[in-house]
């Protein structure tokens, strides 16, 4: 397939003018098209780019009932000569068919996840702002639509690409809690796909945490609480000294792409890194003496997240501030790479 | 708020006699009606019974993104004064705000949940057929129909009711594997709640199982592997010489009416009842010396589904053959006293 195989219906009039693109708030407002595909006992159909607007569903559709759900998160970005550019968008197909392994859905083919992204994107050029900070969030995402109340999987499947433009994403001073009791994920379980049901499972702990004066939850292993695995919904990074760490992905923890290339940049910067668990008790003993210099959080929609501070067992712990944090140093490069301000001498980058 | 409360569009023709009830798949035919209920911004809306069909939903909805949905499993019965019966159905309400809390959604009043219930079962009486094994599963369920892509709890949710006609649930010979490495519940996560999400994360793993010639998964705990907690969807029961055992409910295990009815049903019969986790070891000991007499699971679908056999490290155990098993004794009683055919001596069911 190319992406002449998708039907494309334009809505008549596009509803940009009436956007505040300075004031937006992340995920609420939504592009003048979407992208369908349906998957019907076996067969993928033919893909449809259409106007944005709610659409039918039977009310026994298993996402409904079982949370047969999978979906995917990028950005689009825009360069100084109004080219369109995605980052790394290989690794999150790629995650994002093996989350529905995982959830026993059936594979995307790559044309109908990439070309059809592509071809929505190039309908939604506008809609991509220059300026460092401004994105065009990418919402991949498929559903079981097929009904029927027995726990099993459906015959029918729908994918949908969605976009919701975005500021740079500044979420204030960032308290975390170390989960002494809640968890997101068990051993043998569905951590390491982006299933729907990992994130509303996070909901109540993380209202129970903001009721407290935290933003997030850093999460611990579920059976023994004693090693670092994620913050709210990224991956983790510490630095003691002057050494990174971050958990080795597992069945728990997503293998996040932000995280890996902030790896990978790290290392050519000469950066210590070192991918191994960070115990809770490792954590406490270093902002004790004052080898803990950062906390970080690492994920697409904030790219990188530092934090300011953490609790645990009721005790709060203070981070330095520091005139150039590490934190800033990566992130800095990355948009520069994403934004095509910096050569990519990674090969990250793909133009629309 | 009382039933007339309550708005009602009644079907113009009923599809009752297109419905071959001799051959019903589960959960597959649904009755003309479901009940729907809205919650804007924290307000219950007025709850409307009308046809069922598929209903618009934004493509953004937070049910589809993050998996916030709940749902509750209940059967209404028909007696041989052609009246209709529900089964404890309290215990369901209450257990569906259980999970409604677990999952940051609203508390659904009782008015809504039981008077909208019978409401619609009135409606619905001729698909309640008489007959033992005839009952009308009834589906209760609540959505996040809010719409926008950043994981955090939802502003509107949709709370539904559906009702599908149902055979007596004959599952063939059961034969099931304990899990070594997939599991279905964390430490801190929501396995006690009827959460979507925790369903299709089961699809995966019992694919597997079901290739390997085995219809269901024995679950254990997911940080040692050596507890026996649920098999399948349903609650277990292992019954060693002539003790009746079943693991306490816990964050991982749900607390399932018929689990419950059952230990209380079996202590007034004088049958040995131990609420205790059971060891996997415990489990091979018992088989190899031949005091393992009966597994089976137990759940709102089939009352009792006994076990002929269960596989662990690649080794096959048979249960023996027994006369006149303990599992088919409770469902018996069990079942006749949702048919109104023994005395309710423990104020069980409720007339509707
Ligand atoms: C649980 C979880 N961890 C980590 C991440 C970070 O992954 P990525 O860098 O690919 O956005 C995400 C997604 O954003 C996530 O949902
Ligand atoms: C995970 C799980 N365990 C056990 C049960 C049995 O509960 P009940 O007897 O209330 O149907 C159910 C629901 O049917 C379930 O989903």
Known sequence: MNENDITVNLASTSKIDSVDFENLIFGTVFTDHMLICDYKQGVWEKPVIKPYEPFLIDPSAKVFHYGQAIFEGMKAYKDEHDDVWLFRPDQNFERFNKSAVRLAMPEVPESVFMDGLKKLLQIEKAWVKTGKGNSLYIRPFMIATGPGVVAAPANFYRFMIILSPAKSYYSG??????????????????????????????????????????????????????????????????????????????????????????????????????????????????????????????????????????????????LPKLENPIALQLKEKLNNIQYKLAEDTFGWTVKV
Chains 1, 2 share one sequence.
């Open 173 to 318: 001073e960032v308290k975390v809690i170390i989960a002494e009791h809640y968890s997101r994920a068990a051993n043998g379980g569905i951590g390491a796909a982006k299933a729907a049901g990992n994130y509303s499972a996070q909901f109540y702990p993380t209202k129970l945490a903001n009721e407290m004066g935290y933003q997030q939850i850093i999460w611990t292993d579920d059976a023994t609480h004693t090693k670092l695995e994620e913050a709210g919904t990224m991956n983790v990074f510490f630095r003691i000294n002057d050494t990174l760490y971050t958990a080795p992905t597992s069945e728990r923890i997503l293998d996040g792409v932000t995280r890996k290339s902030l790896i990978d940049m790290a290392k050519r910067e000469g950066i210590n890194v070192e991918v191994r668990s960070v115990l809770v008790d490792e954590l406490i003993q270093a902002a004790e003496d004052g080898s803990l210099k950062e906390i970080f959080g690492a994920g697409t929609a904030a790219v990188v997240n530092p934090i300011v501070g953490f609790s645990y067992k009721e005790k709060y712990y203070e």
